[in-house]
């Protein structure tokens, strides 16, 4: 009985013994498998913004406005308007005219100082007449000194009594040629005040011209971005309403409003089309080869509309970096806002959070063009 109790407690502790020895064989399965597996989070890839010289555009909008606006108004008033012969969205050559007043009052106050130059005229030859022969009868000794000299101060002042009346014959013609208002330049009339019948006033502006015809856009532009633009370099100008044209910048004006921080730079445009003055349109400067920071465009991500790139941070963390679009390719993107030596990612940046731990793995490698198929073997009869 002994014996048999003895056997029965042995196999129960060879039991016990057995299990012991596979629990901790599989908690050092189970310690091994942890160490031997990687270290979690989204595996990615990484590249470095780098500074490349890539050529440059400046994006600006603005307001459609005249090179040079020139008003045109009456010098002569009082006058009533007769006929007008232009209207708004007319081309005038320089001396078309414009508008006739009646001046019917002044041509007869025209003919009245024609008279009166005729008659001085008259006088003066009579006067001059007289002063010779009393020079010659001085010179005989038949006439006194006196006399002399009454008729030299005739002759004189017959002379000055002409270049009064040749004076007001001036100003009377000039009067008239008021009555006629002509385009001071060439150009495109953009606005018309006056009507037939009208009683003009002097100085009352009557039409507006924009010389020449030729408009440019005041282009606002960002301090930041005003050093690039220069005089002289191209630009497209796009409108919503009349299309794309282009132009060149004219002058880049020297200051910066204090508000906005916006400068100006007037870009002539080279064939305005259906573009008018006041139209809203945006231009693209180009500025050429400039320094500027890149990164991959797959980088590249918005978030809450905002564009910017994960950057490595420390450890295996990353963050996002907002950052200004400059301009972009297929496969480069310039920004601004990112810090030299910053490692972007790339792959699997789509995935990832605000301060998410990443693995970093090798770039995949672009797959081998296939190669063309053999050419069939000739067979030779």
């Known amino acids: 009985m002994t014996i048999t109790l003895d056997k029965t407690r042995a196999g129960g502790l060879a039991v016990l013994m057995a299990a012991s020895l596979l629990l901790a064989a599989c908690d050092h ?29 400046v994006s600006a909008s603005g307001t459609v406005s005249a090179w040079e606006e020139v008003p045109v108004g009456a010098e002569a008033g009082g006058l009533t308007a007769t006929g007008v012969f232009v209207d708004e969205g007319s081309y005038v050559r320089q001396g078309q005219p414009l508008v006739q007043m009646n001046d019917a009052l002044l041509r007869a106050q025209l003919r009245q100082q024609q008279a009166a130059v005729q008659t001085a005229e008259a006088n003066v ?9 009393a020079q010659e009868l001085k010179e005989r000794g038949f006439l006194s000194q006196a ?11 017959a002379q000055a009594n002409l270049a009064a009346a040749r004076a007001s014959l001036s100003e009377t013609r000039t ?15 953009i606005s018309r005040s006056v009507t037939r019948g009208q009683i003009i006033t002097a100085g ?15 282009a ?8 690039l633009v220069r005089a002289g370099q191209t630009a497209v100008v796009t409108s919503d309403q009349a299309g794309q044209t ?16 916006l400068g100006v730079a007037r870009i002539a445009l080279t064939a305005p089309g259906a573009l008018r003055p006041g139209m809203f349109a945006r231009a693209s400067i180009e500025v050429g080869d400039q320094p500027a ?8 991500l918005y978030r809450d509309n905002k564009a910017g790139v994960f950057v490595m941070a420390t450890g295996a963390t990353v963050r996002f970096q907002p950052v200004t679009v400059l301009s972009r390719t297929d496969t480069r993107t310039a920004v601004e806002g990112l810090p030299a030596g910053s490692r972007v990612v790339v792959e699997g940046a789509g995935f990832l959070g605000d301060g998410d731990t990443v693995r970093i793995v090798a770039p995949r490698a672009s797959p081998a063009p296939a190669a063309a198929p053999a050419a069939p073997a000739k067979t030779s009869r």
Not at 31 to 49: F, Y
Not at 204 to 218: Q, S
Request: zero cysteines; hydrophobic letters at 40%; glycine letters at 6%.
């Open 29 to 57: 399965s189970t310690e091994n498998k942890k160490e031997e597996a990687p270290a979690g989070g989204q595996a990615v890839t990484v590249q470095p913004a780098l500074t490349e010289n890539l050529a440059r555009t």
């Open 125 to 133: 030859a009579r006067d001059d007449a007289a002063l010779g022969r």
């Open 147 to 157: 006399s002399l000299d009454t008729a030299l101060a005739n002759q004189r002042s």
């Open 175 to 189: 009067r008239l040629s008021q009555a006629t208002i002509k385009a001071p330049v060439s150009g495109l009339v």
């Open 204 to 218: 009352e502006e009557l039409f507006r011209i924009v010389r020449d015809g030729r408009l440019e856009l005041d």
């Open 220 to 227: 606002r532009i960002p301090e930041t971005q005003l050093g």
């Open 246 to 261: 282009t132009g060149r910048v004219r002058i880049v004006t020297p200051e910066v409003d204090a508000q906005t921080r």
């Open 293 to 300: 920071m890149t990164v991959p465009t797959a980088a590249l």
